[in-house]
């Protein structure tokens, strides 16, 4: 008798992983494909449709290669970034590239939308999201508004998600935690917001239709099916966001689990049973299925502020092209002592997102002198990372803790380094889950809900095994508020610098 497995397929910002999960949880068989960030103007960043479709055709391969004799595929569940815009025409055909998270290019298009929509708080209220050229409602303004040749032929602005589902299944739907975070859908209702619509000038039949991120949207079409090597028909759920889906794959759904993660951006969620919001407007709330939201705040530079650091300033070996060269960056900044000799870096080489907001932040070395070398350069992108963390951690805590624990996903759990000084930094110990592809195994958890082999969430997240983490060290913790007090300080201080180099950015080219 075969046994029963679903294939977590999850589409992250760097690459393509699929993994094969059996019904108690354990990974049966993975495999990984890279794509490349491009990022042809400043402000700037896209990705191909079809270097992503071609890499998600590679990993399912690569699966149904492996797949033990004794299995069999009862579903496919997909995670995709969030807040990515993919407009296409009436025949599907992409018009555009798929313009990610990190891209603040419509940082014009959003002071216009503060004037369009009213009081800025109600569309936050709304939406659960607030007006930052991350969004879809400014994107698609400055498309309107640049492009107006293509906007004509768009017939539906949706996203990375939809794109493949289509692909997948032949049927072109969103599942309603994607379009949670497009500032498009209105959380309360569960619908796309008409108000927002029409302050865009789009209507709701030019949107992906929604459905619930447990839903069958239909089965795997012969096409991919050829393609793969995987039997036509396989069940193919709509999942949700990664960043969700990382949650529910760290088994973090209960009141008060936090999730800590450090990919190629960053984040911290606390799952909440009714929409979360911050007076303040410091944090999201996005949904993840089954009446389950996740309230958060996320960091645009995590990963990507390493990798850039990596490439462009520290001298020595390096990776293929292509490959990021993580050991030699730890090496090196485990050679600096805690504070980096007092070197403090801010990783704003993409704008930022939470808790303040500001598109037009830009990365500062402060403090640089004679005396220091690659070790505290390389350190001090490691803190100044887990410093933008501490800032969404303090704010989620006063939003919607408190927080009784705290659980570490994402590529940076790989690194026992990178564990302990973000241990040491926000002061909190962490539990470590032992699934490492935390977003593919939350794809997979709501596949085995679409398909009935699971009845509800608390279900899936008791399938996670963890392990202890770090544990803050007291000397360190208290140096690193001082520092921390330090970043703080200077973010503050360059408010008027970052918009008067932002836009001088944007005029140089």
Known sequence: MNRQGVIGLDLGTGGARAV???????????????????????????????????????????LAKRLPADVAISGIGVSTIFHSLLAVDKNGTPLTQSIIWADTRARRQVEELRDLVGQVQAFYQSTGCPLHPMYLPAKIRWLQETQPEVFTKVAWFGSLKDDVLARLTGRRVIDESVASATGLFNLHTARWDTQILDAIGISADRLPALVEPTDIVGGLASDPARATGLPSGIPVIAGAGDGVLSSLGSGAIAPGQMTVMIGTSGAARIAVDQPKLDSQGRTWCYYLARQRWLAGAAINNGGLACHWVRDNLLPGPSAPPG???????????????????????????????????????????????????????????????????????????????????VRAAGGFTRSKFWREMLADILGKPMVLPVESEASAFGAAGLTWLGIGAYNALEDVAKLVQVRPGPSPDPRRHQLYNRLYRLYLDIYWANQANFSAIAALQEELG
Request: with cysteine; net charge negative; glycine share 8%.
């Open 20 to 62: 094969l999960f059996g019904l108690d949880g354990a990974p049966l068989a993975t495999a990984h494909q890279d794509y490349p960030l491009d990022t042809p103007h400043p402000g700037w960043a896209e990705q191909d449709p079809e270097t992503i479709w071609n890499a998600v055709l590679a990993v399912l391969s690569e």
């Open 323 to 405: 490959e990021f060269d993580f050991p030699t960056l730890e090496a090196e900044a485990k050679k600096a002592s805690p504070g980096s000799s007092g070197l403090i870096f801010l990783p704003f080489l993409t704008g930022e997102r939470s808790p303040y907001w500001n598109a037009s932040a830009r990365g500062i070395l402060f403090g640089l002198a004679a005396y220091h070398g690659p070790a505290q350069v390389a350190r001090s992108i490691f803190e100044g990372v887990c410093f933008r963390m501490r800032s969404i951690v303090d704010a989620l805590d006063e939003v919607a803790g408190p927080t009784q624990e």
